[in-house]
């Protein structure tokens, strides 16, 4: 069932974000090696990501064990950004007790998209995203996805064995220029 | 069974507004005698009111004839003030594809609660209200309505007959000073 | 809204049953005058009755005063009559804990449909029947109801003034012959 | 999360079944290695298993190829057999439109438990079981079973790789005097 929307073996993109909600330390996919990564894209008045895809994600960030799977907000602002700023996204994820980091997707100066939803290219929001234990983009789909799909998903990545070495070498493959924010602007060395 | 929720015959007081969406004119009440009046008073970051509320609200406003049952928004924020301006509320009624009229209740000076919601002593949000068509009280709910006790009581208020002399009777009743403003700062002359 | 599924001012003829389950008298329409009844006719292998129907009419049982609304079910088989019996229907009403009393529409000798069905003119299960005061017919709908609705016109029929003498009126209207089983073997004088 | 309801590494007992529906051959568990089986352990008039056991599993059997998993409804009759015998229960499957093989659990001579039933240790219906490609059991659970949790487990299970030698080892290890009907009755040379 889940061939259609998997994309496989793509190493997931670096998230270049311009800050952090629920953790004191900004979170990097690198960091998150050997563990199964949940990413939700939302936007704080997208009525789909509010009603469906928020509370998806509070529930499999309740049910996992967090060295398991790591669960991590993406606030992808792509319209109305004068009201959907740090300040709104903190009293919402106050009001929706999210209690998972959340990272604001940057923006970009010379366009709507930030520069993660860029990089992903991503249709919109919500979008649901998995990520394996070696770093690569396993699930990418717009819209609603089923508790029974994200379920099977999460399953099978899980269960997926990944040796000592795979995992060393999951670890060094990301370019650290990338890491420090690759975007459309040009690389920094 | 709606017993316990019901105000019976209260007037209902004047909404007391800083202005309006998807409407022209400000909406009164008095303008209003003659249909059974839905009242939703939410917050915009309220869950309560964006999971449940607010589709329900629009499920009476899809469902009815406007000219017998009437459903307003009354937008009645007491926290978080700075990200629930008129502004992010636009955009929020924009996104939820909101059409009824919506009042911004009117902030107060000396304290969080604004004027409406302080008139009728709300508890909070979501309230669900109900008038009936000569301007009584009628239904005053903190938290969650089921579909089904709304339906009931906005039939009980539909089958009502009124006779002219009673209706007439009503759209006198509301002391003009009431309808201008009276609030905690004192009335207007 | 509920103009298109009320049939006005029709007398709701008697019923026609072959027994009762949770009642110790069988239960007459004439015997429920000064009540808005409810009716759900439907057949206990009927994934539409189970799955909506039946949780729906458990709910109007549960939340009124039964002096007020009257709830019955009606057991209107008209296939597979073997494996829906009497014995199979009290442990399906035994299991899904229904309390509220339920009539078995009369097998009719020479069709499938039972006669109350057919008096009825039911065009199959679930059929959702709303009975005024007076004993007239008000709902009557083929297929989901929703709780708004069902709520709307409960609500509506609640509220209508029926005098006295309205009351002595529609107790006699009802005549003796159709009571006792008017059908289409012929009606016993 | 689901290390509570998982029992690990004890093999599956073969059904002991007394007939099938939607299947012209009796389906063995031994002939299902190298699948995943889902087994649906239901009664026809039981609530929690129509409402909710029922269509989960037709959702399981609708997304998922039936090479990867395989659907088993077992109807395991303990109470009320007179009415819930192989024509009700056909009537049942139609209606419901079930297409995937049901067994009928072997009736006991001694006691209301069925054989599988009784074998299985169920503690009731509605239960869910799932069956790892080399025949074990893995996940055994009265009650409601939420999407997200099944899907999780059915993913882990589809993700675990199994050589062939695993598969052709698995094959065997079944006794041929237990798949003929190990009962309390006594075991079959």
């Not at 800050?19 to 996919?29: A, H, K």
């Not at 300040?87 to 994820?93: M, N, P, R, S, Y």
Request: net charge negative; glycine share 8%; aromatic share 6%.
């Amino acid at each position: 069932m889940n061939k259609n929307t998997t994309v496989e073996k793509i190493k997931a993109p670096e998230l270049i974000t311009a800050g952090w909600l629920n953790t004191s330390e900004p979170v990097t996919l690198a960091s998150l090696r050997g563990k199964v990564v949940l990413m939700h894209a939302f936007q704080m008045l997208c009525p789909g990501c509010v009603q469906q895809g928020i509370p998806q994600t509070q529930q499999v960030f309740n049910e996992f064990d967090p060295e398991r799977v790591a669960v991590i907000g993406l606030h992808t602002v792509f319209e109305h950004h004068a009201v959907m700023g740090r300040d709104a996204l903190e009293v919402f994820a106050y009001e929706y007790r999210l209690r998972f980091p959340i990272g604001i997707d940057k923006p970009n100066e010379k366009q709507v998209i930030p520069h993660t939803m860029m990089t992903y290219h991503m249709q919109g929001t919500p979008t649901t995203i998995l990520i394996d234990k070696t770093g690569h983009l396993r699930l990418h789909k717009f819209g609603h996805v089923s508790d029974f799909l994200l379920g099977v998903s999460i399953g099978t990545l899980l269960a997926e064995e990944v040796s000592d070495e795979e995992l060393a070498a999951s670890a060094d493959d990301q370019p650290e220029e990338t890491q420090s924010g690759c975007d459309d602007e040009g690389c920094r060395i």
